[in-house]
């Protein structure tokens, strides 16, 4: 179980570098001892297995460590997101937590839990690093992002949380990704589990990862030779944004993994035509892990694969249920797979109300079409009425990203005197191609109906995002008034 083949990884190679960071090179070995002087300290003050763990620290080696470290006790671990507010904070260690863990010198306020700090565990003595865990216990939460309220902890067993690195049992499609991680550059907060989980899956199978709290930028993925990276859509439009008024030697690169939400067509499109076909997608959920992945092959294979979300992983089960029962027909998308949750924390009304029978509800629209790819059309909850018309934003913004002008596009509403609730979408231009707005307006009238057509566009250089490297559509809706006075 984990963190088991992360630490079998770094005995077999101690004389490799694990990690690069600030211009140092960590070896297997020394990361290795850090991890065990942690875990030295964890016990020492009095944790151990089903105890929970609270990280709030920086991207850098150590926070890793004590993440391994926890772990190897059988810890409850949870990572907190870097710009969640006081609230979203108070919030989180309301979850039953008995120790925070800090970058030193770090000053997290006036907090009703132990804390400590990375500099303070690694002084500790090494100590035997022996499973704690049992396959049921609680490995770790997950929060999710909190768009739609304060955030949630998903809670997933040792043996869920393991099965993604046993190498020699990974799906087809992953083992080929993994091919490409020989340098992976980590970038974002521990916090998302896509690059907590592709830090771990690097080191096991023999990769170095280059760790940075610095910008995603071209000259950062030159300078490090970078051959495999992580980000969400918005990080994506700005990088290839940048590229194209300073362009950069990116030739070392491998793949280039999307997820946290759907990349519009064009961006994927855009992101082939700059980078080669090695971009990949993965569609998940903090509930369901990963869902399905969008790979080069489909992308290569089928002439529409870029408006969907790549086929289920082979360890998926996957039912779209709808009034006709049929699986092409647009419904809601319901999954089980044993790597996802197994219930949010102490909250049994919310699991009850998506987990059903060992099936999750992802509250996901969408249907699989003949060629066996996932299509999403709609989130369940996100609708907007518009003269008690039921429009979905997803289906706007992907007419919207359809037109070549637009590299990206999101919707949002407003209440609305007239109509119940406004459209407002937010387009992100396409390099040197200006937005027409008549055009857009019609192109969503003709594609959909009146009803779905904006009531303003605004036209954004980039998109804000939420903690979770996710669009912040609450962010956008706020601008309105100050952008459409």
């Not at 297997?28 to 300290?41: D, K, Q, S």
């Not at 076909?277 to 092959?297: C, F, N």
């Not at 082979?314 to 709808?322: D, F, I, K, M, Y």
């Not at 029962?325 to 790597?339: E, N, Y």
Request: one cysteine or more; charged letters at 15%; proline letters at 9%.
């Amino acid at each position: 179980m984990f963190p088991a083949p992360v630490l079998d990884a770094l005995r077999m190679s101690p004389d490799r570098t694990a990690i690069e960071y600030g211009g140092r090179e960590i070896s297997c070995g020394e990361l290795l001892t850090t991890v065990a002087r942690m875990a030295a300290g964890l016990r020492a003050a009095g944790l151990g297995r089903g105890c929970g763990v609270a990280l709030m620290t920086a991207t850098n080696p150590d926070a890793y460590a004590a993440h391994l470290a926890a772990h190897a006790l059988g810890c409850r671990v949870a990572a907190f997101r870097p710009r969640w507010s006081g609230k979203q904070i108070a919030h989180a260690l309301g979850y039953q937590f008995d120790a925070l863990i800090v970058d030193p010198g770090a000053r997290p306020g006036d907090l009703d839990v132990p804390v400590l700090d990375t500099a303070t565990l690694r002084a500790n003595p090494a100590g035997p690093l022996t499973a704690g865990a049992r396959p049921d216990d609680i490995a770790r939460l997950t929060f999710t992002s909190g768009s739609t309220g304060q955030p949630k902890g998903c809670a997933q067993t040792y043996r869920a949380f393991s099965l993604a690195y046993q190498r020699d049992d990974w799906p087809p499609q992953l083992a080929s990704l993994m091919t490409a991680f020989q340098r992976c550059l980590i970038h974002e907060s521990l916090a998302s589990p896509v690059m907590m989980t592709y830090l771990g899956r690097c080191l096991v199978a023999g990769g170095t990862v280059v760790m940075s709290n610095e910008e995603l930028t071209p000259e950062l993925l030159e300078r490090h030779r970078v051959t495999a990276t992580m980000m969400p859509p918005p990080r994506l439009h700005v990088l290839l944004a940048t590229l194209h008024q300073r362009p950069a030697d990116l030739s070392a690169l491998r793949a280039v993994v999307l997820g946290g939400s759907p990349a519009d067509p064009g961006l994927l499109a855009a992101a082939i035509d700059r980078f080669g076909p090695i971009v990949w997608q993965g569609y998940g959920q903090a509930e369901g892990g990963v869902i399905s992945m969008l790979t080069p092959t489909d992308i290569a294979t089928h002439p529409d694969a870029l408006t969907t979300v790549g086929r289920p992983l082979p360890t998926v089960e996957l039912s779209v249920r709808n009034y006709e029962d049929h699986a092409s027909v647009p419904g809601q998308i319901w999954v089980r797979s044993p790597h996802m949750m197994s219930r949010y924390w102490n909250d049994p009304d919310q699991t009850a109300e998506v987990l059903q029978d060992g099936w999750l509800h992802t509250r996901d629209i969408g249907y699989l079409g003949p060629d066996g790819l996932l299509r999403l059309t709609g989130r369940s909850r996100d609708v907007i009425l518009v003269n008690a018309e039921v429009c979905y934003p997803t289906a706007i913004e992907r007419v919207l990203a359809s037109h070549p002008s637009v590299s990206a596009a999101y919707v949002t509403s407003t209440p609305d005197p007239a109509t119940g609730e406004a459209v407002h979408a937010f387009v992100v231009p396409t390099p040197g191609h200006p937005i027409d707005n008549e055009a857009l307006l019609s192109l969503v009238t003709s594609s959909l109906s009146k009803a779905h057509t904006p009531k303003t566009i605004t036209v954004l250089t980039s998109v804000p995002t939420t903690p979770a490297g996710k669009p912040d559509k609450h962010a956008l809706t706020t601008l309105l008034p100050l952008l459409n006075p």
